[in-house]
């Protein structure tokens, strides 16, 4: 049987997802599957009973969220803090890791037929050592272009950067806190606290946490249009003080020439945004050869 497990929704089920579908949807849902353990000990089962329930609800959410045209969806299923928990615990979430994703990327092929894709990233320091050796020797490559740095740049160099941002993070149990996951990525993300706990997430769940959404939706959009004007406005205004101090130095600022000011202007954005491609493509050799490393030691 396939881990995301085939099958329609109910008939109440499939109206009532068709009625959300007629308003703005999340394209990109991430979710804190958190309360397993909580969930284990309401149920008097074992704590490692409660994670592989919690797995196995993350299978049926991908099922709900593929009925609802969601196509992208980012989990955390396990953080770095994590690793503090006893070694039997940490051995059994991983043992259950490996099964699960490596039956979910078999699955791949037959998913990919819905469009939809998968990665599967563990919690990566969100600045592995090599990668700030190569930010160390961008910023003294780029010192005398202090405008290349901007809010836009970091985003691109993120490694979460081939995908949107998440529209909508929900995290389960009660628990009113992102624990580190996607800080950067989240700033314009609806957030919803719900108290169930993750191995009894339910479909109704979904659908209050993506109505939440919507009626955020246009509050959300418009924090969002704002900041990426804002974000523009500020590129635009440093470039603009770099060419009036390049043409004071030549000594024609005064004249006001304007279309000399204008090729100065297009000709420096222009000589920016090469220097930040061929940054972006030496990070991105960086990063495929930091995982290729990480794939090696853990095979
Ligand atoms: C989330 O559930 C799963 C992981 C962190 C791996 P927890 O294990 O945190 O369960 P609670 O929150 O203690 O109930
Ligand atoms: C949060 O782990 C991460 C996941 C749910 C995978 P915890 O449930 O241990 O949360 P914190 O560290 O107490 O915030
Ligand atoms: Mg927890």
């Known amino acids: 049987m396939s881990w995301i497990k085939e099958g329609e929704l109910t008939i109440i089920e499939r109206f009532c997802a068709n009625v959300i579908k007629a308003g703005p949807m999340p394209k990109h849902v991430a979710f804190i599957m958190d309360g397993n353990r909580r969930y284990a000990q309401k149920c008097h089962v074992k704590r490692q009973q409660g994670h592989s329930e919690g797995f196995d609800k993350l299978a049926q959410t991908l099922r709900w969220c593929l009925n609802l045209d969601i196509r992208e969806v980012t989990v955390y299923a396990f953080s770095i803090e994590n690793f503090k928990r006893s070694k ?16 979910l990327l078999e699955e791949q092929e037959n998913l990919k037929k819905h469009g939809v894709c998968i990665r599967v990233l563990g919690d990566l320091p969100l600045l592995p050592l090599d990668i700030q050796e190569l930010i160390a020797q961008a910023v003294l490559a780029t010192r005398n272009y202090n405008n290349d740095v901007s809010e836009s740049l970091l985003d691109k160099c993120l490694y979460t950067n081939n995908s949107p941002n ?8 009660g628990e009113v806190r992102l624990s580190d996951f996607l800080l950067w990525q989240t700033s314009h993300s609806c957030l919803v606290f719900q108290s169930v706990l993750w191995p009894e ?30 974000g523009k406005r500020q590129q635009l205004e440093s470039d603009q003080a770099y060419v009036t101090n390049k043409l004071q130095q030549e000594g024609s600022a005064s004249h006001g020439d304007s279309q000399r000011r204008r090729t100065l202007l297009q000709k420096y954005a222009a000589l920016r945004e090469e220097r930040i491609q061929s940054f972006l493509q030496a990070l991105e050799h960086k990063r495929v050869d930091f995982l290729e490393r990480l794939c090696t030691v853990s095979a």
């Not at 940490?90 to 490996?98: F, I, P």
């Open 88 to 103: 039997e615990e940490v051995d059994g979430l991983m043992e259950l890791a490996r099964q699960k994703f490596s039956r």
């Open 201 to 230: 997430y339910s479909f109704w769940n979904l659908c209050e946490a993506i109505l939440r959404f919507q009626m955020n939706h246009s509050a959300l959009q418009k924090a969002r249009d704002l900041h990426m004007e804002e």
């Open 166 to 173: 998440p529209d909508l993070l929900i995290r389960t149990s």
